[in-house]
């Protein structure tokens, strides 16, 4: 196997797009790429071109690109084999299970879905890299847009494999958001408030809080940590129904301001 070298690339208001170039092969892609004009700069930059352009989910925001920047570099487009309909170019189709490469770099692929119904999350255990889309967030997870709190629990425990030191490479700058929210979960989880405080002193400096690591995440993303007590007592559900827990927190969330 292979890892990868990584290079994020803010676009629109709050997205990030992966560059990602295998170093043995050299074979480059790029993660969720909204918008073409962003990526080609950046390729051009670094000397890069692009050979495959790697889909999470069938939003916009992330396959916006696709079409321009196949026809540009005739890259190859791989994407969610359960919404292959809704993938722009798509010429080759992954889910649950399979194990995808980039040159020598070796991915797990998760079905993952709730925020839609064919979402997907690329491992690169080597890289100790997760490119989770809107799956999950720093503090955060995204919306339940086509799925339901069951499949969206189900999606996030398939995390469980990926160790804590992994960096999680999520498509949305929410941090600072999905903190102030997370605080009024867990109001006791001083990992928590000590966290709070380290993003609101990156974004004050107008610093990125994205990747995180999955074992600050763990310690305290609400929606993550359904299955403890403490959240489950703080939205006044059972612990033994982690799901019920998660619904109610996501419920909370999407009427937070």
């Avoid at 997205?15 to 050299?26: A, H």
């Avoid at 889909?55 to 396959?63: E, I, P, S, V």
């Avoid at 839609?116 to 720093?138: M, P, S, V």
Wanted: net charge negative; with cysteine.
């Amino acid at each position: 196997m292979s890892t990868l070298e990584i290079h994020q690339i803010p676009t629109r208001s709050d997205n990030y797009v992966y560059l990602v170039k295998d170093r043995g092969t050299k074979r480059t892609g790029v993660v969720d790429p909204s918008d073409a004009a962003p990526v080609i700069a950046a390729l051009d930059g670094l000397g890069w071109t692009l050979d495959t352009i790697i889909c999470t989910h069938h939003h916009n925001d992330h396959t916006g690109g696709n079409l321009e920047l196949k026809e540009r570099y005739r890259a190859h487009v791989v994407g969610p084999r359960a919404d292959r309909d809704r993938i722009p170019g798509i010429d080759e189709m992954v889910g649950d299970g399979d194990t995808w490469r980039l040159g020598g770099a070796e991915a797990r692929v998760f079905d993952t879905p709730g925020h839609t119904r064919g979402h997907i999350t690329y491992w690169f255990a080597e890289t100790k890299a997760l490119f989770c889309g809107d799956t999950l967030f720093a503090l955060g997870c995204g919306r339940l847009f086509e799925g339901t709190p069951a499949q969206m629990w189900t999606s996030l425990s398939k995390y469980r494999a990926v160790p804590d030191d992994t960096l999680v490479y999520c498509a949305h700058e929410y941090t600072q958001s999905n903190a102030r929210f997370a605080l009024t979960v867990e109001t006791t989880n001083a990992d928590l408030a000590d966290r709070v405080r380290r993003i609101d002193a990156l974004r004050a400096a107008g610093q990125r809080t994205v990747p995180s690591l999955m074992g600050e995440e763990r310690a305290t993303n609400p929606f993550l940590r359904a299955d403890q007590a403490t959240v489950a007592d703080a939205v006044g559900k059972p612990v033994a129904d982690p799901v019920a827990v998660f619904a109610e927190v996501r419920l909370r969330k999407d009427s937070f301001r």
